[in-house]
């Protein structure tokens, strides 16, 4: 009889997270995760019965990982105009080092309908949102920030952050067409970003 072993359900999902968000479900075999795995293709669904268990397993813990990331900053008690350089500065530099797990989600969420539950249920889990929106018309009563949308500073943010890693391979070739190296336009992106969702929360100073 088989016995529950907790590193080889790891060993299992730290395979399965690097090939699933590089192949995707329909591109990726158990038999190539067991082999890395280092175990046989029955072990491995013992711990996870079928590969639709194991790719949402796989899942959730990706959305929790974007979540976490995002969350871990957006929700530092701190004034606005003092975290967002922060906050720009840790996403961004996450987000490029973790560009095939951005992918991953949202190519995921796009073509499978019962992921986007999961997506909004870990966003609620992850980030305070209740916290942000108040802190930031606290901010706003007080006279701090402008009266905006706390909504379009958010969405701006992701947006900004994300966007530029998720089309480097058009934009790459794009800029290579004319002689720019696209790799410094992304090291720039830092100081633009920051100063875009300044200039949205400080109006015309």
Not at 52 to 68: A, I, P, T
């Amino acid at each position: 009889m088989k016995r529950y072993n907790k590193d080889t359900e790891e060993k299992i999902l730290e395979v399965a997270q690097r090939i699933f968000r590089e192949k995707g479900f329909s591109g990726t075999k158990t038999q190539e995760i067991a082999d890395e795995a280092g175990i046989n293709k029955a072990l491995l669904h013992y711990y996870f019965r079928s590969k639709r268990d194991l790719f949402e397993k796989v899942f959730l813990l990706s959305l929790e990982e974007v979540f976490s990331a995002l969350g871990s900053h957006l929700n530092r008690d701190e004034p606005l105009i003092e975290k967002t350089p922060k906050l720009v500065s840790s996403y961004l530099e996450y987000i490029s080092k973790n560009v095939n797990l951005f992918v991953f989600v949202i190519s995921e969420v796009w073509q499978n309908q019962v992921f986007t539950q999961k997506f909004v249920e870990v966003a609620l889990e992850k980030v305070d949102f209740r916290n942000y929106f108040d802190s930031f018309q606290k901010e706003v009563a007080a006279g701090i920030i402008r009266d905006i949308n706390p909504v379009h500073f958010l969405v701006n943010l992701v947006s900004l952050c994300i966007f530029p890693f998720l089309a480097s391979p058009i934009m790459n070739t794009i800029f290579k067409s004319i002689e720019m190296d696209y790799r410094i336009i992304i090291m720039e992106r830092k100081e633009v970003i920051t100063q875009t969702l300044l200039a949205m929360i400080k109006g015309g100073e």
